[in-house]
């Protein structure tokens, strides 16, 4: 096995230009960083080109790695040089970027989770682990919102772009394909002009767009909705949270939660 | 008006130390960053050790700070060194610390949020903005749970410690009396054995518990609830940030949301 040492080492530096979108774009892979990432990874069977870990770590793991993959040891510094942060468990993975075209107009059931310019990616992230646990079959990411493989986001989903359909795409495509094909399709609006999310009765087959930390949702979009929701606040508190608002209602509107 | 260009001034340094607990814990005061909190904390007739702002945020904002606090003209490197931030507003104020005790036992109404060692400080901020949006009465931060006053914490609150009791408890304690006074005290478990907490009717008095992102609520506290509620997952998510956990958890508990 290669040990690399150094953050000079030319893989290294291809690694660490994963973190931004011009790398990942370039080199059609992104990172995962810890083991229970790597772990799902291995799970959902993802196309992996490198596993990088410190020799604790890869004396742990190793064994459960593919066969086949290429795996690096690299010291704590290289880690952290990787990682970008300076606490990393000390296990990476190389893997493809999802190479999916994604046609809306064939989707007719399941519930879809749109997020139209969010920009927090912890927010971003959080929404899709939030969908994920609440049975939702994709999250479709309008232009603007964080980038799905970004490390942060890639960090708070935890794994769950493993689990459903995590896609780009044009939400006013989106809502259009989807209302052709009979799925209702909601709006968050921090207006109390809007419908209370608590008069939607639950169920499996429907679309919710969340938008824009300051701004909510596109004016356009709000106009191609079936009903736009709107959460009660019953504090002072002026809104909530994106990732907060968008997890009440996917737990509310998605039947079995 | 004072103004101030230097880090190395005295008074800079002092507030640059408000960023720790000792430095709160020492001064009796915190920071506010940004003209949302200051304006909220005006609102609130917190008692104003300091305004600090650049020169365009003073000329902005001075007219509606209270007669008699110091007001002190800060540089833009002046501003980022005291917000520990590349991107500050550029309008700081330093207020006191609460000095509040409170007895739980005489706690006889209201919901309330304990916070069981919750450590990272966005999740609880965002835990007490969530909390004053759905009505609670108050906070409880237990012992192991990230300071209320640190500048991560009160950024994510949003001003919302303005709206609602912050405190700081042994939740045992709280558990303990608001049981013999009568409220249903809630704690949350990810754990199918669990109640639903759908099946929970929704109340104006009770007490809910949130624990710690790895390890959920201490056994101690969970055996002393009127019941431990569980939200069920539907997809291969693990489990819910507590952040987004609480949230769902407060707006479906608290009769109004």
Redesign the interface.
Known sequence: MDRILSNQNSRVKAWAKLATKKGRTENKTYLLDGWHLVEEAIKAQAKFHAVMATEAQMAQHLPDVPHGVPAFEISEEVAKHIAGTNTPQGIFAEISLPDKTFDPSYVHDGAWLLLDKIQDP?NVG?LV????????KGVVFGEGTADAYSPKVVR?M?G?Q???EVLNGDLNEWADALTANGLPVYGSQLDESAQSY?QVQPSTQFALIVGNEGQGMADELAAKTTANLY???????????V??AG??LM??L?A??
Do not use: C, M, V, W
């Open positions: 912890g959080t682990r939030t969908a994920d646990a609440a049975g939702f708070a935890q769950s493993f689990h459903l608590r959460i009660p606040i019953q504090g002072q508190a002026e809104s909530l949270n990732a907060i997890g009440i737990f509310s998605a079995g939660n």
